[in-house]
């Protein structure tokens, strides 16, 4: 397997991952922003840099096959799944679609990320992901604390409560797009539920963009990227669950090493719930009170854990759980200092 790095050495390498070596290198004018292999045919990748251009690379004969000039610093690049096409965000909030086909760049069309009744000063955009199994939803982050949902190239959702205003944070799809994960600059990393429900389609439908305001974070010093990690929440839950039977007591010692408490960073994720999502159910239909990641048979008032940081909201709902559950989920993340942590969902709810 092969990996793609790129590098304020304005540099992309080409990484062999069973030697760790380096195979080639592709050097470029200015800071290199962002890479991605073309997903049919990894012969190819796309890269965007500050010097305002985007390109697209031939690994085997280690030379540009084609380039285009946006005339702004090109901060996030992404293939579609078929390959056939790419976005390109820019540093002034620009996000363009090109036709890829033939390992051509030809832009095709300027996607608008504001919403009609509110026009803002656009941000730098950071990051694209599509969603999984989806050629037209497609995750955007930017650099004004906001992540948004286009589909079919039309606004249908935003996700705030992060903090991204400098930094080149990117948000990402996790348990196949059942949550959102982002870093964030107040050294948090904080977790949505993507809730397609058929009050949110309804409503992007009308032309109404739903506004995720609820999320669950936890601590993690200098962090600037998080990922889930493939495959974790789902056999760790069962696998939790199992374990109930034998310890009362459910200490939820993880699979995977944690930091002492001493370090100041906790596995323990933490329910933060909007005022405005308490006052004004309209955005998510009640969906908050259910979003919680804890599995309903260990939501007990006994075996609740005392090291958890999570507060359950009072009410219709409040002690059901969700039929999804981010339960023993496992996150990476990486800080500006250089560590890398892995943190595994095992807190447990506290009723305030």
């Not at 969603?131 to 959702?157: C, M, N, Q, W």
Request: proline share 4%; net charge positive.
């Amino acid at each position: 397997q092969y990996l793609l790095s790129s590098s304020m050495d304005k540099t992309v390498k080409l990484w062999d991952m069973s030697s760790v070596s380096c195979l080639k290198t592709f050097s470029h004018c200015d800071y290199v922003t962002c890479i991605q292999f073309n997903p049919v045919d990894d012969r190819y990748f796309i890269s965007g840099s500050l010097d305002e251009k985007v390109r697209i690379w031939s690994i085997p004969k280690r030379e540009i096959v084609d380039w285009h000039d946006l005339h702004e610093m090109v901060t996030a690049a992404c293939y579609t799944p078929d390959g056939q096409s790419a976005l390109v965000g820019s540093h002034k909030g620009s996000c363009h679609l090109y036709d890829t086909s033939d390992n051509k760049l030809i832009q095709k069309k300027q996607i608008d990320l504001q919403t009609k009744k509110k026009k803002s000063r656009q941000k730098k955009i950071t990051g694209f992901q599509f969603l999984p199994g989806s050629s037209s939803k497609v995750l955007i982050t930017s650099a004004d604390s906001r992540i948004r949902v286009i589909d079919d190239f039309e606004l249908v959702h935003k996700f705030k409560g992060f903090r991204n205003t400098n930094s080149q944070i990117s948000a990402c799809y996790a348990a196949r797009g059942r949550y959102v994960i982002s870093a964030s600059e107040n050294s948090h990393v904080y977790v949505w539920r993507n809730d397609d429900s058929p009050e949110q389609r309804s409503s992007s439908s009308k032309g109404v963009v739903s506004v995720a305001n609820s999320y669950e974070y936890f601590y993690c010093r200098d962090v600037t990227v998080a990922a889930a990690l493939p495959s974790t929440a789902g056999s760790a839950a069962t696998s939790r669950t199992n374990s109930r039977r034998k310890h009362q007591e459910l200490d939820c010692v993880s699979e995977y090493p944690l930091p002492h408490a001493g370090d100041g960073d906790s596995s323990d994720f933490q329910r933060q719930q909007s005022r405005n999502d308490l006052s004004n159910g309209s955005n998510h239909s009640g969906g908050d009170r259910a979003s919680a990641t804890w599995p309903e048979e260990l939501m007990t008032p006994t075996k609740q854990s005392p090291r958890s940081s999570t507060s359950l909201p009072d009410g219709d709902g409040a002690g059901q759980a969700p039929s999804r559950s981010a339960w023993g989920m496992a996150i990476a993340t990486a800080g500006s200092g250089g560590q890398i942590r892995i943190l595994q969902n095992f807190g447990f709810p506290v009723r305030v």
